[in-house]
T-cell receptor
Framework: GENVEQHPSTLSVQEGDSAVIKCTYS??????FPWYKQELGKRPQLIID?????GEKKDQRIAVTLNKTAKHFSLHITETQPEDSAVYFC??????????FGPGTRLSVLP | DVKVTQSSRYLVKRTGEKVFLECVQD?????MFWYRQDPGLGLRLIYF???????EKGDIPEGYSVSREKKERFSLILESASTNQTSMYLC???????????FGPGTRLTVT
């Protein structure tokens, strides 16, 4: 069945550095790729998403890139801050499809 | 602003008990989902519903059932709770399948 791999599983960075999380997927029909952030004890919340008709999308310090040929997409966080510490989940979906989530990446931003 | 609520944040039940987890959304969303979240496994889909009284199995439906009698409410039922069902349960809703899902706060269920 459909599978989404996510790497790394844990990531520690110094405050101000960049963080990159990568996901790969297997379903060629997928055309929607969201990223969710889950802070400790809170619900997952969408932080950015991308559709297959674009290769990159930015929103302030976060960006997502998509390579449909290679079937991978990445989350980039620049100038990391302590409040970026959380678990990040990628997913793939598309019209009429359910999401398949990656296993998550625990990001720690060290002051 | 979309709001998804779940009936309990924490729940402790005994093995063999019947357990009901309730989820309510206030945005008239067609689609509702139940996931369980376990460390290192991400979010795994248990059941989903795309309309009132409609339900479909997800990836891990064994040991669970669901009910959707009203559009805004989606219930997850553990017919006979077992210790391997100890987990965080998250409900979500969306207007369209395959597009943004909004999550509830989660119910941490412990079965002893």
């Amino acid at each position: 069945g459909e599978n989404v791999e996510q790497h790394p599983s844990t990531l520690s960075v110094q405050e101000g550095d960049s963080a990159v999380i990568k996901c790969t997927y297997s379903d060629s029909a997928s055309n929607y790729f969201p990223w969710y952030k889950q802070e400790l004890g809170k619900r997952p919340q969408l932080i950015i998403d991308i559709r297959s008709n674009v290769g990159e999308k930015k929103d302030q310090r976060i960006a997502v890139t998509l390579n449909k040929t290679a079937k991978h997409f990445s989350l980039h966080i620049t100038e990391t801050q302590p409040e970026d510490s959380a678990v990040y989940f990628c997913a793939d979906g598309g019209e009429g499809q359910n999401f398949v989530f990656g296993p998550g990446t625990r990001l720690s931003v060290l002051p | 602003d979309v709001k998804v609520t779940q009936s309990s944040r924490y729940l402790v039940k005994r093995t063999g008990e019947k357990v009901f987890l309730e989820c309510v959304q206030d945005m008239d969303h067609e689609n509702m989902f139940w996931y369980r979240q376990d460390p290192g496994l991400g979010l795994r889909l248990i059941y989903f519903s795309y309309d009132v009284k409609m339900k479909e199995k997800g990836d891990i439906p064994e040991g669970y059932s669901v009910s959707r009698e009203k559009k805004e409410r989606f219930s997850l039922i553990l017919e006979s709770a077992s210790t391997n069902q100890t987990s965080m349960y998250l409900c979500a809703s969306s207007m369209d399948r395959g597009n943004e899902q909004y999550f509830g706060p989660g119910t941490r269920l412990t079965v002893t």
